[in-house]
């Protein structure tokens, strides 16, 4: 495998687990050393690195609530005093729909705290990580931002209004930081994946509905769901040089669902 990252340092959010596990290993795999971060689950976090490091990476782990701004300006700084740099981040930390940790419900039935608990982590997290993140691309004059929306965000379901709302929303926030960030040589680009596998939200949907599997398959053309290294091909393509010319990209990676 080419390791085209070496020398290089990546942040992975939410990478306890699906998507950002993923990712995180597929960053180390081609020579990056990853800094892995999450609040609720740290032992998975934690289960990230050694995986990293039982595969000859270099990572380290990092507890933090994207929703505060403390924790996330120590997390940037922690990963810049120990490798001495940022070079790609990966926004991936976020909340959902899943009937455990949050129900599908409609808007009229849908309790304040959910909605603001859904905003707080996927919008208002980003934010704060691009906050802290682009300072410190700006001190080095590079760097590429990629952040994690979903399919929903472009093909809205009931029931998920202010996880969509999130997601949708962070296109905007996220085209906005393109064009503030382009004249650094900071590029940032959003990545929409399909149902994936081995996440919690899909986990947790699956396992309480146990039809909700084919169901999902069969509502993707390429009749299959996403796995997580499907989504790190897509993410380490746009922090790669072969990408260099793209920012402000929202990129669907969904077997042709939209």
Not at 131 to 141: A, C, N
Not at 163 to 188: F, N, Q
């Amino acid at each position: 495998m080419k390791k085209e990252f070496t020398g290089k340092v990546a942040l992975v959010t939410g990478g306890a687990s699906g998507i950002g596990r993923g990712v995180a290993l597929m960053f180390a795999g081609r020579g990056a050393k990853v800094v892995v971060a999450t609040d609720s689950n740290i032992q998975g976090g934690e289960e990230t690195v050694e995986m990293i490091k039982k595969s000859g990476g270099e990572g380290m782990f990092v507890k933090c609530d994207v929703t505060r701004a403390g924790d996330v300006e120590t997390m940037v700084n922690k990963t810049v005093e120990i490798y001495g740099a940022l070079d790609f981040a990966f926004n991936n930390a976020g909340v959902g729909p899943d009937g455990k940790r949050l129900p599908v419900v409609n808007i009229v039935d849908c309790p304040e705290e959910i909605w603001d608990k859904t905003l707080d982590v996927n919008l208002k997290g980003v934010f704060l990580c691009m906050k802290f993140e682009i300072k410190q691309m700006i001190k080095q004059g590079h760097g590429a931002i990629v952040n994690t929306s979903s399919v929903g965000a472009l093909k809205p379901m009931a029931g998920f209004a202010a996880y969509d709302a999130s997601k949708t929303g962070l296109h905007g926030l996220s085209k906005a930081a393109a064009l503030e960030c382009a004249p650094y040589g900071i590029r940032v680009n959003v990545i929409c994946p399909a149902p994936t596998e081995r996440t919690r939200l899909f986990e947790n949907l699956t396992d309480a509905n146990p039809g909700m599997k084919d169901g999902m398959k069969n509502g993707i053309p390429l009749k299959r769901v996403a796995t997580p290294e499907d989504m790190g091909e897509a993410v380490l393509w746009l922090c790669s040089d072969a990408a260099s010319f793209i920012t402000g990209h929202i990129m669907p990676v969904d077997g042709g669902m939209t």
